[in-house]
């Protein structure tokens, strides 16, 4: 199940409302300027009178001839500047401080100025960062050049670094202007909860919020939960030109009619932006939000090729475009190549990164282009340690959350939810994590804290995962219920109605029900003729239930092969292991275990294809695997039973029972291990031991159904026939592969007729 997690928004150029003429340090500093006129020529100390008389125009003409007498003189430049500046002539007073900086770069004036120009364009705003920072270097107690540098990161879309200035500017007091600049960087970086609370105190303060600032409360809003009062703030504000401003409005409104069920009203006050290409990239995100909320695919699409035209028309795009196109792109299975680009891109602007460079991992993770290993090491030298700024651990989390989740991340999901992290799906995650260990109780407190937030209390995907924890006790029916509930809500999803319509296809094939799951693949493939990972699951059904031939599945597997070399997905390792060794596919086995090591059917079909050829080999080669899993998990049960599948591939029953052994030393009450040893002894016709393996299992777990048939199948191997008879019954009367129990109870039946001498009924015609 894919996150649903939000996209980085760009700021836009001047977006904010927040640029002020000056701030009360910078002019303490430009008073200074005047105050401190002594040994310098009569004219320049004449400007500097008329600019304390505020004699603006006459000061500019005074300090005009004084720089063209004393070029060189530092003062007069200043004096033009701050002239320039205090009437408005921006491009002047920039080039005229940018003059003063290549004489004496370490002029505060100037580095302080430069930094508050460098919002008034975005051409100017890194060269602002730029000037900043060298400021900060001689001051770093100013509050004030450390909020503005702040704000400059957010509208470059650098949240991280924005986020971390305002973290230590937020602890001294800050000014009302201050908190409502705060208060939409981290409304747009994401931290909804943060920026609510930030506008919050700016009112609290006197402050009345308005123009572009008004948006960004809205958002604030709705990604808080407020969603209606969003929109009824954002109607206020329609009616004018459909200038930059109204387009920002009517892309926010879109998306809070969205978030308040109105999806209609969504795409209708979007359309006359269809038309305007400066609402390119306003548009693109609120399509992308409703086409992935909605599950409509087309959508989504129709954004990604928006992002696409921005960034043809734009040849050298700045990382907040790069950033933001990435992450929206990334999204989409189709446009990854292309999202991957860009993020290698941002990595040559910044090679230091490791969100970026998390972001590439990902990825080529999803891709194919990594391998388990190489994933594993390089998640591990990514994330340890983790950032101690909480703007750097929400953008790390916000990294993470696209990949599907893996054992050694469980201490990194830990970490950031304990630290406060406000990413949502990080909880769904853990809960995926808690259900591979059994884990459900954990499992269902993470599912409750997602559901419990604004983005979990509408994701249908907690249903899912619900469902498989009751197909995982046993509670069939009740599992299958939970997923036509699920089709019943009429979802557009596309992702969770396939998610939900694949898993009660599994629920009717563990219910002996193979034609019912068959049918609901067909269902899906109607409507995705083309998707391979039906076509993999589906034949991988017909050939398990002898409704496919060998061939017909080897045709399939192949077919992916040909059409996504490199690539694999859970509906390949599915089938690729139902069908028998091939000693032809030696490299795909390889291939498929060194993506997932963790996928035991397929890497024992792989010792089972070099035992073929070699079997002291495929010996050593059990050995490696084996050592391979103790190494990625020393404490746990899992290698042993790894090494108890691979050590029967070889017919190895001592190795096996040795494994299966110690998987129990290790976890004595792992009920996957127990009905594997159980199954172990089953096939080895040690019927005392595996009755009493099952009976332990149901002794944890009441309603296994795996449990129930293999215990009614060991009493009828051991010819206790009615006792088999009953416990048959019971399990079709429990709705529990119904059809299965009624064949199964007319072959014993047979049997026990025919062993006493009598001709069954159905067979005297």
Same mark, same amino acid.
């Given at each position: ?146 909020? /503005? ?127 305007? $290409? ?123 959350? $696209? ?59 907690? /249903? ?302």
């Amino acid at each position: 199940m894919a996150p649903r997690s939000w996209t980085t928004r760009l700021v836009c150029s001047l977006g904010l409302g927040l640029l002020l003429n000056g701030t009360p340090a910078l002019l303490s500093l430009e008073t200074s300027m005047v105050q401190a006129q002594g040994a310098v020529p009569r004219l320049v100390r004449q400007g500097y009178s008329r600019l304390g008389d505020n004699q603006v125009d006459a000061a500019v003409d005074i300090f005009q001839r004084a720089v063209k007498q004393y070029p060189n003189l530092v003062e007069a430049k200043l004096g033009l500047a701050i002239a320039y500046r205090r009437l408005g002539r921006d491009q002047d007073a920039w080039n005229t401080y940018q003059s003063v900086l290549a004489q004496e770069p370490d002029n505060l004036l100037a580095l302080k100025t430069v930094g508050l120009l460098g919002g008034f364009r975005q051409e100017w705003q890194e060269p602002g960062i730029e000037a900043l920072d060298r400021f900060l270097s001689l001051e770093p107690g100013d509050v004030d050049a450390r909020a /503005q540098r702040a704000l400059l990161y957010g509208y470059q879309g650098r949240f991280q670094e924005s986020l971390a200035d305002y973290e230590v500017v937020l602890q001294q007091n800050p000014s009302p202007e201050v908190l409502l600049g705060s208060a939409q960087i981290y409304t747009y970086s994401g931290d909804f909860v943060r920026g609510l609370d930030l506008f919050n105190r700016y009112q609290s303060s006197g402050g009345t919020i308005g123009g572009n600032a008004l948006i960004a409360y809205a958002r604030a809003l709705r990604g808080s939960g407020s969603p209606a009062q969003a929109a009824q703030i954002l109607e206020g504000q329609l009616g004018g030109p459909l200038n930059g401003q109204d387009v920002q409005v009517r892309s926010e409104l879109a998306q809070a009619y969205l978030d308040s069920g109105r999806p209609v009203e969504a795409m209708t006050v979007l359309e006359p932006l269809r038309s305007l $290409p400066s609402a390119r990239l306003p548009l693109a995100r609120a399509l992308n939000e409703i086409g992935q909320d909605q599950g409509l695919s087309d959508l989504v699409q129709e954004a990604a090729a928006l992002y696409r035209a921005e960034l043809s028309s734009n040849p050298s795009p700045n990382s907040s475009l790069l950033r933001e196109a990435g992450d929206v792109l990334s999204g989409s299975p189709a446009d990854r190549p292309f999202a991957l680009d860009l993020y290698r891109r941002l990595a040559q602007q910044a090679p230091n990164d490791r969100i970026v460079a998390l972001r590439i991992l990902v990825l080529e993770s999803q891709l194919g282009q990594v391998d388990a290993g190489q994933l594993s090491q390089r998640l591990t030298a990514l994330v340890n340690p983790l950032p101690s700024s909480r703007a750097d651990q929400r953008a790390f989390a916000q990294a993470l959350v $696209p990949l599907e989740p893996r054992p050694e991340l469980l201490p990194v999901y830990q970490q950031l939810l304990a630290s406060g992290v406000d990413v949502p799906f990080l909880n769904f995650r853990m809960a995926q994590l808690a259900i591979e260990r059994n884990d459900f109780a954990t499992a269902e407190v993470s599912l409750s804290a997602y559901q419990s937030t604004a983005a979990g209390a509408k994701d249908l995907a907690p /249903q899912l995962l619900y469902a498989e924890i009751e197909r995982r006790l046993g509670r069939l029916e009740d599992s299958a219920n939970r997923y036509i509930a699920v089709l019943n809500t009429g979802t557009s999803d596309e992702e969770v109605q396939q998610a939900a319509i694949q898993g009660l296809a599994g629920i009717r094939l563990s219910q002996g029900r193979a034609d019912d799951a068959i049918a609901l693949y067909d269902r899906l493939l109607i409507n995705n003729p083309t998707d391979l990972k039906l076509l993999l699951a589906r034949t991988a059904i017909a050939y398990e239930t002898d409704l496919a031939s060998k061939a017909e599945a080897q045709a399939v597997v192949n077919r992916w092969l040909q059409q996504r070399p490199g690539q694999t997905t859970p509906e390949l390792y599915t089938l690729v292991a139902a069908l028998p060794a091939e000693r032809e596919w030696e490299s795909l086995y390889q291939a498929l275990a060194n993506a997932n090591p963790n996928h035991r059917p397929v890497q024992v079909r792989l010792v089972e294809t070099v035992a073929l050829r070699n079997r002291s080999q495929a010996r050593a080669l059990v050995d490696r695997l084996t050592r391979q899993a103790q190494a990625f998990n020393p404490t746990g049960a899992a290698p042993f039973l790894l090494e108890a599948d691979l050590a029967e591939a070889l017919d190895d029953k001592s190795r096996a029972l040795n494994a299966y052994q110690a998987a129990l030393v290790r976890e004595p009450s792992n009920i996957q291990v127990l009905s594997a040893f159980g199954g172990y002894r089953f096939r080895s016709r040690a019927f005392v031991e595996a009755e009493a393996l099952y009976t332990q299992v149901l002794s944890y777990r009441p309603t296994d159904l795996e449990a129930q048939q293999s215990l009614a199948e060991l009493s009828a191997v051991q010819g206790r026939k009615i006792d088999a008879l009953v416990q048959f019954d019971d399990l079709r009367r429990g709705g529990s592969n119904p059809a299965n129990a009624s064949l199964r109870m007319r072959q014993i039946q047979e049997d026990f007729l025919q062993q006493r001498g009598f001709q069954p009924a159905w067979e005297r015609f």
